[in-house]
């Protein structure tokens, strides 16, 4: 039980948006992903950016690989941000719900 409590605090807490807002965050470096690879997401999560930009309009990214980029971005402690396909409020949800 303590565990599970663990993780969906570490969850609900937005890393980028608390860079965002701290007042001496300095400047916040991000990398664009355009490979559709789990791996190269963990590789460059762990690298020290603030946060990795998933691009799925222009990647061969689908939903599941997509998903699977968040939680290897999300392993190294880096935020995500996600670009949608297309400007649906369909697909947009179906990425919020990753």
Known sequence: RENRRYVSLMASINRLKAKLV?????PITCVWLSLASEMATELLAGAGFGSVVIDTEHAPNDISQTRLQ?????LKGCSVIARTPINEPWVIKRCLSL
């Not at 968040?70 to 999300?74: P, S, V």
Request: aromatic share 0%.
């Open 70 to 74: 968040i939680m290897a971005a999300e």
């Open 22 to 26: 701290a007042a001496d965050a300095g």
